[in-house]
């Protein structure tokens, strides 16, 4: 089993739309979960990074964290253009210098 | 100069070449790392330089050879490698413990191709 899964698409939706991207994980042991955008020909950029479980928001973008399911979201309101690219989940445990990744979700928002 | 910062961008060679990719970071933190990036995978992390201590992944061939000579700058040097090493081989940098910092940032990867 890996520790990281995640859809990897091909996720297409329209401009405005509510973009729902998940990954589910085995290892209870992880305490840090972050998502990362990654554009065409360019590095991960972190957008959310949480601790535990909750909820984050930062403007259209929110991470949840359920722990008790092993699964974690993005959620982006009001999607643009601009969001296409691939996002990245990630997590690590409280200790060490191993992050766990998921293989990428691709989105594309047309306009 | 901020964040981190990977030259070249991009690299071609042959697989009897030597090459090096060098990576260097602005952010004051005490922990470097090369990742690799293949199409439809999950990134793998080859090496860690964590408070001047090496951690590597023993999956790692040894024609790929890092180096790091201060908390700021990392190498990856780069000997007869093989078709199957093409990859985007991206840098990263974080602060340890991880309670005192956000997690990795990435500088933009060095998009390599070995003929």
């Known amino acids: 089993q890996k520790e990281v899964e995640q859809d990897p698409g091909p996720l297409s939706v329209p401009e405005g739309a509510i973009v729902s991207l998940n990954c589910t994980y085995s290892?209870?042991?992880?305490?840090?979960f972050m998502w990362y955008r990654q554009y065409s020909r360019k590095g991960p950029e972190l957008l959310m990074y949480t601790y535990s479980s909750g909820n984050k928001e930062d403007g259209r973008f929110t991470a949840q964290v359920d722990k008790s399911s092993k699964y974690i979201s993005l959620f982006i309101r009001d999607s643009q253009p601009s969001d296409s690219a691939t996002y990245l989940c990630a997590m690590s445990g409280s200790a060490g210098n191993q992050f766990y990744f998921g293989t990428g979700t691709s989105l594309t928002v047309i306009p | 100069e901020t964040g981190v910062t990977q030259t070249p961008r991009h690299l071609v060679m042959g697989m009897t070449n030597k090459k090096s990719l060098k990576c260097e970071q602005h952010l004051g933190h005490n922990a470097m790392y090369w990742y690799k990036q293949s199409a439809k995978k999950p990134l793998e992390l080859m090496f860690v330089y964590s408070l001047e201590e090496r951690v590597e992944n023993n999956s790692v061939p040894s024609r790929f050879s890092p180096e790091c000579p201060n908390s700021s700058h990392l190498f990856l040097h780069l000997h007869t490698l093989q078709p199957e090493d093409s990859a985007l081989y991206l840098c990263?940098?974080?602060?340890?413990?991880?309670?005192?910092?956000?997690?990795?940032?990435f500088g933009n990867g060095t998009r390599l191709t070995v003929t």
């Open positions: 290892n209870s042991a992880f305490q840090y």
């Open positions: 990263a940098s974080s602060q340890v413990p991880r309670d005192r910092g956000p997690p990795l940032h």
